[in-house]
């Protein structure tokens, strides 16, 4: 509790006071900035480098305890120099403290004059933005933000637009209320709205331009009667002017929204092509989102894949112990969810999950994007769907994976492919085959059951004999 106290901090901010119990034994200052930047990256990954380990080899007293705020990179240090460590709320505490006055430590140990104060919090913040710049470089994450803020923004867009909707709706159906009932699309109304605007100034020539719009030539010519005989209200041009700015901003956000989907497919097809094919872009773009990332993702089982979205009602379902739990989660939104009958949907789903798992393993790992394997899961899981209909057993998932690789390993020979690439799914191929020459058969295995019973049987026998033997001889 001590460390806690305010009288405690106050003595440690006095550097005086602070001194008396902290020396300054040695410092190696960094040779140049790239030198500090690689030394910070191996703390920070918990790795005792060359510096390091000769650093404390030189200045460690034998039998001196070490502190360490870090748990990884004491752990390393522990197994590396094998000292003894230290680690605990006052070793943070003081660790901080030497942070603070580190400045001061450093003028009595080179002198006055030498540098100031400013200079090494000028240091320390540019190795802080040069650490910064280098983990968000070498992210292996970023292409996932990309997808995560995509996906975001596009559920985010669908709520906005529908809500603006309705509010043109509203708004526009005070003039022109018979137009709701002929056109029921939303953006179709919105559009239609500003093309019409004031309902008793609509010409003739705005016909082939309505057409367009509606794609209906018998609903374009229902929108022309209605508004010469609507029973809306009258309109003043300031008004109508506001409806079509706001009808043309929804129109706008419509077509952002479709370029944004465009966007999405595109970057879902380059990261995880095989969970793309698998599930569609939005929902495995939904799931990339909610895991973090793909690799993330591709660390999740599958059991925790298919409640993914739904733990607010596991957790109140474990807490209630009335054994009714979620069947899916995000994946309810797969069309295969929504096709499956009631009494198949939990069995569809785990198989689905299932499926997802391999599909972002192989996405998260692979050298090479290709959608091969996604699209036969998508097939294993049509025909999982027909089984649970009509009974027909589907295809083994061996044959499938195999010919999958097959097709990956043609698509690698005809495409222009590192060679890495290609030696890769060539001895995944050979690596995945199976020969049946050598697959035990059943008579091999009863043979070898029966030698091994004859074998047993002869031992028993000559321990007997020994036995008796022994036995035999005692009695003489």
């Known amino acids: 509790m001590g460390e806690r106290s305010l009288e405690v901090q106050a003595q440690f901010q006095d550097f005086k006071k602070f001194s008396k119990t902290v020396h300054l034994r040695s410092f190696l200052p960094f040779s140049s900035g790239e030198n500090a930047l690689a030394n910070i990256n191996d703390l920070s990954e918990g790795i005792v480098n060359e510096t390091l380990k000769n650093f404390l080899e030189t200045n460690l007293p034998s039998g001196a305890k070490l502190g360490v705020v870090d748990e990884k990179l004491a752990s390393e240090i522990k197994n590396v120099l094998g000292v003894k460590l230290e680690r605990s709320s006052q070793m943070q505490e003081m660790a901080r403290c030497i942070r603070l006055h580190f400045p001061v430590y450093l003028k009595e140990k080179v002198g006055e004059g030498v540098f ?3 200079d090494v919090r000028v240091a320390q913040r540019g190795l802080a933005h040069a650490y910064s710049r280098s983990k968000v470089k070498f ?8 997808i995560i803020q995509s996906v975001s923004l596009l559920d985010q867009l669908d709520k906005d637009i529908n809500t603006f909707a309705m509010r043109v709706r509203e708004w526009y159906s005070w003039h022109f209320p018979e137009l709701i009932k002929i056109v029921s699309d939303n953006i179709t109304f919105a559009r239609c ?14 016909m082939p331009a309505l057409e367009e719009i509606v794609g209906d030539e018998e609903k374009a010519k229902a929108v022309v009667m209605a ?9 003043s041009q300031v008004d109508l002017i506001s409806v ?13 929204r479709a370029d944004l989907a465009k966007y999405l497919n595109t970057r879902m097809a380059e990261v995880a092509p095989n969970l793309s094919a698998l599930t569609g872009d939005t929902l495995g773009a939904r799931l990339i989102s909610r895991s973090g990332s793909l690799t993330s993702l591709s660390k999740f089982p599958a059991s925790t894949v298919q409640i993914l979205g ?4 596991l957790f109140r379902a474990l807490k209630a112990r009335n054994g009714h739990t979620p069947k899916y989660g995000l994946i309810f939104n797969s069309s295969f969810i929504s096709r499956a009958k009631q009494k198949d949907k939990g069995r569809i789903s785990r198989y689905l999950a299932n499926k997802i798992s391999i599909a972002s393993r192989i996405d998260a790992f692979s050298d090479h994007a290709s959608p091969v394997f996604g699209l036969a899961m998508k097939q294993q899981v049509e025909d999982r769907l027909t089984f649970y209909e009509t009974g027909v057993a589907p295809p083994k998932n061996l044959d499938v994976m195999h010919q999958a690789i097959s097709l ?9 492919l590192p060679p890495t690439t290609k030696s890769r799914s060539r001895s995944n191929s050979s690596a995945m085959d199976v020969d049946p020459s050598h697959t035990p058969s059943k008579k091999d295995k009863k043979d070898k059951k029966d030698k091994k019973d004859k074998k047993d049987k002869k031992d028993k026998k000559d321990k007997k004999d020994k036995k008796d033997k022994k036995d035999k001889k005692h009695r003489d």
């Open 227 to 235: 508004a010469k005989m609507s029973m809306g209200t009258e309109i």
């Open 139 to 146: 992210n292996i994450n970023k292409a996932d933000t990309m």
């Open 193 to 206: 709205a500003k093309l019409i605007g004031n309902r008793l100034s609509f010409t003739e020539e705005m």
């Open 408 to 416: 990956l390993a043609d698509a690698s020979d005809d495409s222009d």
């Open 310 to 313: 739904a733990e607010k009602a």
């Open 244 to 256: 079509s700015r706001f009808a043309q901003r929804v129109v706008s956000l419509a077509e952002y």
């Open 116 to 118: 100031e104060e400013e």
